[in-house]
């Protein structure tokens, strides 16, 4: 799933014995190493045998650290009757998702030389380049400044991704 990054989104799966024999010795393992993609809990290896109709879960864990799909395949392994079996591959996926991201048309913020009793006005946007809204938008300048915010995101609050809004500082 859609996952932020830097953050966790654990998913389990479960595995269903359907057979008529019991199974033992499952294990899984990655078909390709994804680093951000991990098993976080294994409930199904620590079991000494997995009757017929007993499940088990094994828990993903997903940590990206930049956006875009991550994906890899898992097999399971194990033995019933008949001998060594397998399961898979079984594709386990996710995608980094950045949160909001504003970036100012000017940086820094600079009005360069002003002449006493004049006003100078500044007009920039703002945009969210990120992969989320951006909510509780509010420009401000501090009370004690000289500058004043003249006109704030043309009211908005939100910015959607990809969305621009106005401002002006004198």
């Known amino acids: ?3 932020y990054i830097n953050s966790i989104r654990s998913m389990a799966l479960l595995l269903k014995n359907e057979g008529t024999s019991d199974i033992s010795r499952i294990a899984a393992s990655f078909a390709v190493a ?4 991990t098993i976080s809990n294994n409930a199904c290896s620590g079991l000494s045998v997995l009757a017929p109709g007993a499940s088990c879960w ?3 864990s997903f940590s990206p650290r930049s956006s875009g799909l991550k994906s890899t395949h898992v097999n399971f392994t194990y033995v019933n009757e008949s001998g060594p079996q397998s399961l898979g591959p079984i594709l386990v996926r996710g995608t980094g998702l950045l949160g909001a991201n504003l970036i ?3 940086n820094p913020v600079d009005f360069g ?5 004049t006003t100078n006005t500044l007009n920039f946007t703002l945009t969210n380049n990120g992969q989320d809204t951006a909510s509780g938008i509010n420009l401000n ?3 004690s ?3 004043s915010v003249v006109s704030n995101c ?3 609050a939100v910015l959607a991704p990809n969305e621009t809004c106005s401002s002006t500082v004198t």
Request: net charge positive.
């Open 141 to 143: 300048a501090p009370a």
């Open 1 to 3: 799933g859609n996952t």
């Open 154 to 156: 043309n009211g908005n």
């Open 104 to 106: 100012s048309s000017l």
């Open 113 to 117: 030389g002003k002449v006493k009793g």
């Open 34 to 37: 994804a680093p951000e993609i």
């Open 145 to 147: 400044s000289v500058f």
């Open 58 to 60: 094994v828990t993903f």
